[in-house]
């Protein structure tokens, strides 16, 4: 069974430091990896994901994430927040296939002016 | 080119009652997947629907069941409702078999329900 462990419910970061948000993942198979941002009072929106073509992967808004096999890890990185960034991040991962797609339970990013 | 779009936004009811909330997926998807996310918690996969059948199904009990009708869109319901049924539900759109596992799910802004 697939499982996503997002390490910190919430994250607070200055205006233009780093972001740094964890995620570890379960998979008994090479995995599909996703994060996702959730702004208040909208759904969800992809910022990433990795299929296996190159293991730094970049995203929307300067977003990256690295994913690291020995790790199991596939944390998400930008290097300078803006204010804009303040939102819940969800990593997810799938398996293969259509299968369905399993969320972490977030990490809420809040930046400080 | 319009996104997934999702009624109602917002609803309230009382235990025991039934809803439906609704999803029309974004324009060439023919699946729907339906999540439920808690306050503080990430979304949870209740099931997705293709060709107008439930294909997979999470860890939920048979009184959620849903509906996919011939032009895509679909139909969440919820018999007997419970207090712990208050959340967001969203529906999440993609097209069948498009990169394999790296298939993007592209998701509504959510139906808020609240049961008192």
């Known amino acids: 069974a697939q499982s996503v462990t997002q390490l910190g419910s919430h994250v607070s970061v200055s205006e233009g430091a780093l972001v740094l948000l964890r995620c570890n993942y379960s998979s008994s198979v090479p995995p599909y990896l996703f994060w996702y941002v959730q702004y208040p009072n909208q759904g969800l929106q992809l910022l990433l994901k990795y299929t296996s073509a190159a293991t730094l992967v970049k995203g929307i808004n300067d977003f990256e994430a690295e994913f690291k096999k020995s790790e199991t890890s596939f944390h998400l990185t930008k290097p300078s927040a803006h204010m804009s960034d303040a939102a819940e991040y969800f990593c997810?991962?799938?398996?293969?296939?259509?299968?369905?797609?399993?969320f972490g339970k977030g990490t809420r990013l809040s930046v400080i002016a | 080119d319009a996104g997934v779009t999702q009624s109602p936004t917002h609803l309230i009811k009382t235990r025991g009652q039934q809803v439906t909330l609704r999803c029309s997926p974004k324009s060439g998807h023919d699946t729907v997947s339906w999540y439920q996310q808690a306050l503080g918690q990430g979304p949870q996969f209740i099931f997705q629907?293709?060709?107008?059948?439930?294909?997979q199904r999470g860890n939920f009990p048979d009184r959620f069941s849903g509906h996919q009708f011939p032009n895509y869109s679909s139909e969440l319901n919820v018999n007997a409702l419970l207090l712990g049924d208050s959340a967001l539900y969203l529906c999440a759109s993609s097209l069948i078999g498009d990169q394999g596992g790296a298939n993007v799910l592209t998701f509504g802004a959510g139906s808020r329900l609240t049961v008192l």
């Open positions: 629907y293709y060709e107008e059948e439930e294909r």
């Open positions: 997810a991962v799938r398996s293969s296939g259509n299968t369905p797609l399993v």
